[in-house]
Nanobody, 119 residues
Framework: QVQLVESGGGLVQAGGSLRLSCVVS????????LAWFRQAPEKGRDFVAG????????YYSNSVKGRFTISRDSANNTVYLQMNSLKPEDTAVYYC????????????WGQGTQVTVSS
């Protein structure tokens, strides 16, 4: 069974940085796309960034492009989200998600990690 476990959230001042980690297990991830989503209070869950397990392709929302970087360490089955120049509007619960390449919807989700950016 596929499992995703996030860590690395916390409280940071505006302009600061955080790195989120997502350890994945239970699947043959070479055929997967991994992604980060976020959900702010009273808002929907939004796509932040995605990466193919090969690392050949990365995807970013316009709101984080140039500030966030997604990467993966295939040897340790871990996906990272490096977040720089954080803004108060980045405050949200961040979720790691996975889907098989042939699927359009994300099939597996982590439990989420809180990121709070103070002004």
């Amino acid at each position: 069974q596929v499992q995703l476990v996030e860590s690395g959230g916390g409280l940071v001042q505006a302009g600061g940085s955080l790195r989120l980690s997502c350890v994945v297990s239970g699947g043959y991830f070479s055929t997967y796309v991994l992604a980060w989503f976020r959900q702010a209070p009273e808002k929907g869950r939004d796509f932040v960034a995605g990466i193919t397990w090969s690392g050949d392709s990365t995807y970013y929302s316009n709101s984080v492009k140039g500030r966030f970087t997604i990467s993966r360490d295939s040897a340790n089955n871990t996906v990272y989200l490096q977040m720089n120049s954080l803004k108060p509007e980045d405050t949200a619960v961040y979720y790691c998600a996975a889907r098989r390449v042939v699927k359009s919807n994300y099939e597996y989700w982590g439990q989420g990690t809180q990121v709070t950016v103070s002004s």
